[in-house]
DNA sequence: GCCGTTTTCGGCCCGACTGTTTTCAGTCG
């Protein structure tokens, strides 16, 4: 469990509760104002420490206080008696979809309704039709909101599972007598959703009692033979023990999964008349020493499986084949979507640059949000014009420095016809065009398909961004037709967007393989909100490498120079006779 | 609670959609 979470969770509940009990609705506004500010900020713990978190719009005295509480582990009394006027099952209930504080305010007020359960057993009497300002549709929602919060009560985002782990394997690696402690299970696989969040470790026998008092753990059900501990807290973790160091390669890879591949390495090694088991590889009756999971594949004939491609029907590679060479970090070259202040973004122009600098980035895409987006601060086309000016003006000064240039960009949105957001003369003027549904997601399977077939087709659309607007574990998927969209694509030849935002990874690795398979290029976007933020691209490799996309497959591994021709071209086909950056004289 | 080329008070992002209504409140992005 993360302080960041507990941060986050507590100005959420002060702004949900002030609005919840109707009082004071503007602290309610600029508690929540704030929520949405630091959740832009992924390592929000060295920004409050850095003193940056202060700076934030936003974030005053009262906020600031709030946050160093929680950090510190003190009470926060403004929460405090709000969780006394308000029972716990009333704040779980906030998360259901289309259901705010002034309908849980009548459910309680009228029905007397404290818990989900309650809420439950309500729905399914029929109880909620006849409240005011309720009916049947809503009764509906609430139900059909309900099933999906108990179907993914026990899931984890991927980046909250890691964040779990990590906090547990600091702890546990401080421990004496313990020699080694890693990541295991889905969460090092690196898939979307976590369901068993996993690691593995090396721990002498006479030093569990004190790894049980430093994690707050108990001891767990064995899994093949492995004795487990499990952590308290509302993400526990399960850490599967080995007493050995030289045989913590075969621990770790059983633990690690996916039990296809697992078995398919067993199998290997009893083709061999050994046989492999998480307490170690034999093989000819001898024990063969496997201090890392390499040692492991090695004495089999195997190249290494990274975790990333460890699952069901993904075959082994034997040593003599090559294998698939598969996207790495250092091979992203730049970033294409990103946001700064002049819209909805926490950093400025100059810091997101910084960061993009130091991250090694040799481009910087910054694409704000287009002006239909009004409540993200979306540009009209005269802002979006000055912009453009503002970074080439930054450009021209950094050029002589050899740091990361930065690329006049837009996210627009695509209205619901599928048009963009800005005439044909104002995106002539940009570097790159990206093109998001943000609005009007329930069009239906037909209407949406037609809109994101027309934004595919549209020549001045470079990357599709976020296309299916999914939020892990909470917004769906938009429903269209996938596969003829992807071919649209492949005929326009525009990219698609992975973006790395962990709480989308959109595309997702299916639909990635997809798009592989026709030729398409992947644009991997941090879409970072945040200087920090730009650090999603890890997220987007690891999805990537899902996938099997390799350095060939993505747009954003092309160095600048070669990017810069690949948009040219495509400029030249939208507006033939003209280029980018040349705006043509006619102003609408 | 936060903010200010409207700063020490008096405002506070805003338009669209949905489901409920009979003119609009609640919710969302």
């Not at 999906?148 to 964040?163: H, K």
């Not at 934004?455 to 769906?476: E, K, Y």
Request: proline share 6%.
């Amino acid at each position: 469990m993360s302080s960041r979470h507990e941060v986050l969770e507590a100005l959420s509940r002060i702004a949900f509760g002030h609005a919840f009990l109707d009082e004071e609705p503007m602290r309610a506004r600029a508690f929540d104002n704030a929520y949405r500010t630091l959740k832009k900020l992924p390592d929000l713990r060295a920004a409050f420490d850095a003193g940056e978190v202060a700076r934030l719009p936003g974030v005053g005295p009262g906020i600031l206080d709030v946050v160093g509480r929680v950090f510190r582990g003190e009470p926060v009394p403004a929460l405090e008696r709000l969780e006394e006027l308000i029972p716990a099952g009333i704040f779980e209930a906030r998360r259901l979809p289309g259901i705010g504080p002034k309908k849980l305010k009548v459910l309680q007020d009228q029905l007397g309704i404290q818990s989900l359960a309650e809420l439950e057993y309500a729905v399914n009497e029929n109880r909620l039709t006849s409240l005011p300002g309720f009916g049947a549709k809503t009764q509906d929602k609430v139900r059909d909101a309900l099933a999906a919060m108990r179907e993914r009560a026990s899931l984890r985002r991927l980046d909250q599972a890691r964040d779990a782990v990590d906090a547990v394997l600091e702890r546990l690696r401080a421990v004496p007598g313990v020699h080694r402690a890693e990541r295991a299970g889905e969460a090092r696989r690196g898939t979307e959703v976590v369901a068993d969040v996993l690691a593995a470790a090396v721990v002498d026998v006479d030093a569990v009692p004190a790894v049980l008092a430093a994690l707050d753990a108990a001891p767990g059900p064995e899994r093949d033979g492995v004795p487990t501990l499990v952590t308290s807290g509302d993400t526990p973790v399960t850490i599967g023990l080995g007493h050995y160091v030289d045989t913590f390669g075969a621990l770790w890879l059983w633990l690690t999964g996916a039990p296809e591949h697992v078995q398919a390495v067993a199998a290997r090694a009893n083709e061999r008349g050994g046989t492999l088991g998480p307490l170690g590889l034999h093989l000819a009756e001898r024990r063969v020493p496997c201090p890392e999971e390499d040692d492991v594949y090695a004495a089999l004939d195997l190249h290494p499986t990274p975790p990333e491609r460890r699952e069901a029907g993904v075959p082994l590679v034997p040593r003599g084949e090559a294998a698939p060479r598969l996207l790495r970090r250092e091979d992203l070259r730049g970033a294409l979507h990103n946001h700064t202040t002049s819209s909805d973004g926490i950093s400025s122009l100059e810091e997101m640059c910084a960061a993009a600098n130091a991250a090694g980035l040799e481009y910087l895409g910054i694409s704000e949000h287009s002006q239909t987006a009004a409540y993200a601060g979306g540009l009209d086309a005269g802002a979006l014009r000055a912009q453009i000016a503002t970074i080439a003006a930054l450009n021209a000064t950094r050029a002589a420095a050899g740091g990361t240039t930065v690329l006049s960009g837009i996210e627009s949105d695509i209205l619901k016809e599928g048009d963009l957001d800005y005439p044909d003369d104002v995106l002539a003027g940009l570097d790159v065009v990206i093109a998001s549904v943000h609005n009007r997601y329930g069009l239906g399977r037909d209407g949406m398909t037609a809109r994101m077939l027309a934004a595919a087709a549209n020549p001045w659309v470079d990357v599709i961004g976020h296309p299916t607007g999914r939020l892990i574990l909470g917004r769906p998927a938009s429903e269209f037709d996938v596969e003829a969209w992807l071919d649209a694509c492949a005929a326009s030849g525009c990219a698609v967007e992975l973006n790395a935002n962990p709480q989308r990874l959109d595309l997702c690795e299916r639909h990635l393989a997809m798009a592989k398979e026709r030729g398409l290029l992947v644009s991997i976007s941090a879409d970072a909100h945040s200087a920090q933020a730009l650090a999603h691209l890890d997220y987007g490799v690891v999805i990537a490498r899902r996938a099997g996309l390799g350095p060939a497959d993505v747009l954003n591994a092309k160095p600048l120079a070669e990017l810069r021709a690949w948009l040219a071209e495509r400029r030249a086909r939208a507006a033939p006779g003209g280029s980018r950056n040349t705006p043509s004289p006619t102003r609408s």
